[in-house]
């Protein structure tokens, strides 16, 4: 199975300020033939089902503020939120779907600092 | 509007079967492969396995196979997971979750394996 370990485990960031939480996967996640990574972001709010934010590694979903934006490629992922703002508090998970069994990270949790 | 509206909160005891439905609305569900996804808070969520709703074997993680059995009944839009001789660890919050993209016509899985949307999720405590 593809591990995932995300990091940090919690982050504090000042309102407005730059957010990054960090994912790297066991195996690499780029796919030769499409040249694409198969890595998605969710955030997780209390009391919420997940929503996805990031697919793609970088493709932004429909609806989601361009404050967050994903990037990285192979094995080593990037979230950032470029100026938090009050509801992006949240748990925040990466997702490899390069192979089965889909597996997620651990999570970081982001608290206003 | 894509909506998954899973069934109540359960309570079972240890060795004892749980099963969960999820109904499907707002696009063709034969349409989009459909997955189940545990997560107990505080961990990382956890893939159960998808179901075609357009036919075939469900595909099970390793970890669930010979516990876990998911249906589904086309004519009503709903999945099913059933999961048996339930442990305490299998307390948590079950997830239906569609397939981030249609399955392709020439049958082949589908690659965009990323989860949208979900659904509100059913809490099942297993406890004696």
């Known amino acids: 199975d593809i591990v995932m370990t995300q990091s940090p485990d919690s982050l504090a960031v000042s309102l407005g300020e730059r957010a990054t939480i960090n994912c790297e996967s066991s195996q690499d996640l780029l796919y030769n033939s499409d040249n694409k990574n198969y890595l998605a972001w969710y955030q997780v709010k209390a009391g919420q089902p997940p929503r996805v934010l990031i697919y793609w590694a970088s493709t932004r979903e429909s609806g989601v503020p361009d404050r967050f934006s994903g990037s990285g490629s192979g094995t080593d992922f990037s979230l950032t939120i470029s100026s938090l703002q009050a509801e992006d508090v949240a748990v925040y998970y990466c997702q490899q779907y390069y192979s089965t069994p889909f597996t997620f990270g651990q999570g970081t949790r982001l608290e206003i600092k | 509007q894509v909506h998954l509206v899973q069934s109540g909160a359960e309570v079972k005891k240890p060795g004892a079967s749980v099963k969960v439905s999820c109904k499907a609305s707002?696009?063709?569900?034969?349409?989009?492969?459909l997955h189940w996804v545990r997560h107990v808070p505080g961990q990382g969520p956890e893939w159960m396995g998808w179901i075609n709703p357009n036919g075939g074997d469900p595909n099970y993680a390793q970890k669930f196979k010979g516990r876990v059995t998911m249906t589904w009944d086309t004519a009503i839009s709903t999945a099913y997971m059933e999961l048996s001789n339930l442990k305490s660890d299998d307390s948590a919050v079950y997830y239906c979750?569609?397939?981030?993209?249609?399955?392709?016509?020439?049958?082949?899985?589908?690659?965009?394996?990323?989860?949208?949307?979900w659904g509100q999720g059913t809490l099942v405590t297993v406890s004696s």
């Open positions: 979750a569609r397939d981030g993209g249609a399955a392709p016509p020439n049958g082949d899985p589908p690659t965009e394996n990323w989860f949208d949307p």
């Open positions: 707002g696009y063709i569900f034969t349409a989009y492969y």
